[in-house]
């Protein structure tokens, strides 16, 4: 699996690229860090960048050998994606497991369906030329998106 940074050699904090050469678990703390690295690993497994819009991020981190990534941030938050027309939550942890163009097991994220919130359980991006994203709840509900309603600049 190939990893790439946006990162330039002049940023204060490691490249992506960096981060994946090191042996064992990758932690990293802070929003300055957290942010720009998680919307990077996101997009080199060829997920959209701004899918996990989180805030005063405490810790992220990356389990390699497992797939397993991590973020905690100091309390519960909601964004609502404009082109997606969904208000989404948050919990102060968000973990899923990673594979190419997909977010298994995922916990801590919930979207507003109707009056009920649904846990999401899976995310994947789908078609010939990844123009669209899946998103699975436990509870079998399914919703398929444009996956530029959920890039950085969203």
């Given at each position: 699996?190939?990893?790439s940074?946006?990162?330039?050699?002049?940023?204060?904090?490691?490249s992506?690229?960096?981060?994946?050469?090191q042996?064992g678990?990758?932690?990293?703390?802070?929003?300055?860090?957290?942010?720009?690295?998680?919307?990077d690993?996101?997009?080199?497994l060829?997920?959209?960048?701004g899918?996990?819009p989180?805030r005063?991020?405490?810790e992220?981190g990356?389990?390699?050998t497992t797939?397993l990534?991590?973020?905690k941030?100091k309390?519960k938050?909601?964004?609502?994606?404009?082109?997606?027309?969904r208000?989404?939550s948050f919990?102060?942890?968000?973990?899923?497991y990673?594979?190419?163009k997909?977010?298994?097991?995922?916990?801590?994220?919930?979207?507003?369906?109707?009056?009920v919130?649904?846990?999401?359980?899976d995310i994947?991006?789908e078609?010939s030329?990844?123009e669209?994203?899946?998103f699975?709840?436990?509870?079998?509900?399914?919703?398929?998106?444009?996956?530029?309603?959920?890039s950085?600049?969203?």
């Amino acid at each position: 699996m190939a990893f790439s940074s946006s990162a330039s050699s002049s940023t204060p904090f490691p490249s992506l690229q960096s981060l994946m050469e090191q042996e064992g678990p990758v932690v990293l703390s802070g929003d300055d860090v957290c942010i720009p690295r998680s919307a990077d690993l996101l997009e080199s497994l060829g997920l959209p960048g701004g899918l996990l819009p989180l805030r005063d991020i405490q810790e992220c981190g990356f389990d390699k050998t497992t797939g397993l990534v991590w973020i905690k941030q100091k309390k519960k938050t909601q964004h609502y994606f404009k082109r997606a027309g969904r208000l989404v939550s948050f919990d102060e942890e968000v973990r899923a497991y990673v594979e190419d163009k997909r977010l298994k097991n995922v916990s801590g994220v919930k979207t507003k369906e109707y009056l009920v919130w649904a846990p999401v359980g899976d995310i994947a991006v789908e078609g010939s030329f990844d123009e669209t994203i899946r998103f699975k709840s436990y509870g079998g509900i399914s919703r398929t998106f444009p996956s530029q309603a959920f890039s950085r600049k969203e």
